[in-house]
């Protein structure tokens, strides 16, 4: 089995977290921004160009998510064995190279069938894309400051990839309006390797030795409660993308984009401002708060008789989910030994891909049976529940966190 020195990342562990973090941010939202402009027009090329209904509008736009959960084991290893720089230039790689299939599809035009296969297969390779560059850019900043900057690592970089979500759906929008489809299929392609030279001037940090290498599996039973936490509490931020919007139309108030901006604006600006909290007076306690505050945010858009009701629930609910993930991030790293880490928070982010993937569409069935604000109803209850895995995680272990997983060769 392979050693590696470990000198370097020691020394590199005095980097001011800014400094080390910003360049890496700065990655992170150029190769989320191409996964945002592509979010609102798949749909309209699918269906107004291809020709295609809405079942193949879901698969083609579930697609990335599904390569996401999928890769996830992959990513883990390949960050914690060659290095987490060299795992976000892979990603940066692949995610160039799903532009140029988007391009190729074009080509096919005058066959839809070919098109949207090899569309399919761009989303794919973004998605698996994705989930390279998160976890190696959260294992990179988290080996280059010190281990007690981990919630802000975690944080910021995650206010990056919304804030990159956030900001590529109306820019993708007005892209396609004028140009069409081949531009996003060209910024897909050429953003990405914008994000070679930002990545050029960070160190790399060499990874640590591998002695044996823990299962995805063994990693999962250590870290289930965190990401089980994370994973309800991220029912409502499903519920507030993908509903809030229809929500306002069905009681005939204008302007429900409003609600997704409350929650995109509060939760960015609360992981910028507070994302050091986590670190300073522990993760499970910051994410019982956070998850407390969320419900009640859903609770307010359920019950809401008035828009500016709802708008205050949408930024409660941003305000309660910002520390969630990196709340709960803490305690599942913390669970694993320091060479496991880009495994364990690939495991503890396939709990939020299934939120997403699976919970998202199971609301969609559940507002077409019981109306739209049933839906707030649910996501309230499953913010209640990542409560109370919050309070179990408040109770002390007995063990350390090397001690929790058994290698295997």
């Keep these: ?30 190769a989320f921004l191409v996964i945002g402009l592509a979010m609102p027009v798949l749909p309209l090329h699918v269906h107004a160009r291809l020709g295609f209904g809405t079942f193949a509008v879901g698969v083609v736009a579930g697609i990335q998510f599904s390569a996401a959960l999928v890769s996830r084991p992959w990513a883990g290893h390949y960050a914690d064995r060659w290095g987490a720089k060299r795992a976000v230039v892979v990603g940066v790689f692949a995610a160039a190279a799903s ?40 294992s990179w900043g988290l080996a280059l400051v010190r281990p007690q900057s981990t919630g802000k690592v975690i944080a910021w970089i995650g206010a990056s990839m919304f804030g990159a979500f956030a900001i590529g759906a109306p820019l993708g ?74 929500l306002f139309a ?65 930024a409660l609910s941003g305000l309660g989910y910002s520390l969630i993930y990196p709340g709960l991030g803490i305690e599942a790293v913390r669970r694993v030994p320091p060479q496991s880490r880009g495994l364990a928070m690939g495991a503890y982010t396939a709990f939020l891909d299934v ?7 199971a609301l969609g069935l559940i507002a077409g049976g019981a109306g739209l604000g049933a839906v707030f109803l649910v996501s309230t209850l499953a913010a209640l529940g990542s409560a109370a895995v919050a309070i179990t995680l408040l109770r002390p272990r007995s063990t350390g966190p090397a001690c929790s997983l058994t290698p295997v060769a």
């Design 173 to 246: 929008s007005a892209l396609y309006a004028v140009y069409g489809f081949v531009a996003i299929a060209g910024a897909t392609t050429l953003a990405p390797l914008v994000t070679l030279l930002l990545m050029s001037p960070i160190p790399a940090v060499m990874p640590l030795a591998q002695v044996g290498r823990p299962s995805f599996t063994k990693v999962i039973g250590v870290i289930w409660g965190p990401g089980l936490g994370s994973g309800l509490s991220s029912v409502g931020f499903g519920a507030i993308t993908a509903f809030v919007v229809l």
């Design 1 to 30: 089995m392979e050693k590696h020195d470990n000198q370097n990342s020691v020394s590199l562990r005095t980097f001011d977290t800014g400094a080390a973090l910003l360049p890496i941010m700065g990655v992170i939202f150029v």
């Design 99 to 138: 532009g140029l299939l988007y391009l190729l599809s074009l080509h096919f035009l005058d066959a839809p069938g070919m098109s949207v296969v090899i569309l399919c297969l761009g989303r794919a390779l973004l998605g698996g894309a994705e989930s390279v560059i998160i976890t190696g850019g959260v």
């Design 250 to 314: 069905q009681h005939g108030w204008s302007h429900g984009w409003l609600a997704y901006s409350a929650f995109a604006t509060v939760f960015i600006l609360a992981r910028l401002v507070f994302g050091h909290l986590p670190d300073k007076i522990g993760g499970a306690r910051v994410a019982l708060a956070c998850v407390l505050i969320e419900a009640a945010g859903q609770a307010l858009i359920w019950l809401a008789q008035r828009p500016e009701i709802a708008l205050v629930g949408a």
């Design 355 to 361: 939120a997403l993937g699976f919970g998202t569409p």
